[in-house]
């Protein structure tokens, strides 16, 4: 079973351009979660789909960012335009749906800002 | 928020056996704890989960008291590979979509030498 895919790995782009993230699930998971680790801190939660719709999207920074989930199977996440402070790792995970199954996370999408 | 508290570092060598503790004081009633293993510029990788009493599996153990409100990971005979940082996680007791949004904190630091 291939695990949770992340596309690019690693991004650099110059500030006020745009950077669009992909990532694709563990076949079968309704449940996918974006979450990202800027510079020195903890990683944080952005939002979860549940299929096609966001269930939350309480940890979104601004509206610079914008998430979506088309069909319910892969998700970009789209940053426009980035500043410096967008800089950090970017997590996709997904689960299956019900309740205590595990969230399996990809390698992570590596981005910078300059 | 079911918040987590975890030791910053610990230190062992190859042979040990190793136990980090986490408290969670106010996890909830539907929160699985599950505990991760992160390596530099990898994803958070899943070790084990548990709900109540103990869990094992071919990595690791997870001791969870009555009360649930902490847990222990032990690793068996730990070796130079094992070094990474350990995250213990509990949902934040939201469960929609039979999604469960994970707080991290600052996870453990492991250090195996020789």
């Known amino acids: 079973e291939a695990g949770v895919t992340q596309f690019p790995s690693h991004s650099v782009i110059e500030k006020g351009q745009t950077v669009t993230l992909r990532c694709d699930p563990i076949s079968g998971h309704d449940n996918l979660y974006w979450y990202r680790r800027v510079m020195g801190k903890e990683i944080k939660f952005l939002l979860h789909f549940v299929k096609e719709s966001k269930q939350d999207e309480s940890g979104m920074p601004n509206n610079r960012f914008l998430a979506e989930r088309t069909g319910g199977t892969y998700s970009t996440l789209k940053v426009q335009p980035a500043e410096l402070e967008d800089s950090g790792v970017y997590f996709c995970a997904s689960s299956r749906q019900s309740s205590g199954n595990t969230i399996y996370f990809g390698e992570g999408s590596w981005l910078t800002v300059v | ?114």
């Open chain 2, 1 to 114: 928020l079911a918040k987590t508290t975890q030791p910053i570092s610990m230190d062992s060598y190859e042979g040990q056996e190793v136990n980090i503790t986490c408290s969670h004081n106010n996890i909830a009633t539907n929160d699985y704890i599950t505990w991760y293993q992160q390596f530099p510029s990898q994803g958070p990788r899943f070790i084990i989960q548990g709900y109540k009493t103990k869990v094992t599996n071919e990595v690791a153990s997870l001791f969870i008291p009555a009360d649930r409100k902490s847990s222990t990971l032990s690793l068996p005979r730990v070796s130079l590979s094992d070094t990474a940082v350990y995250y213990c996680l509990v949902g934040d007791g939201e469960v929609t979509g039979g999604g469960n949004k994970l707080t991290f904190g600052t996870g453990t630091q492991l250090k195996v030498e020789l």
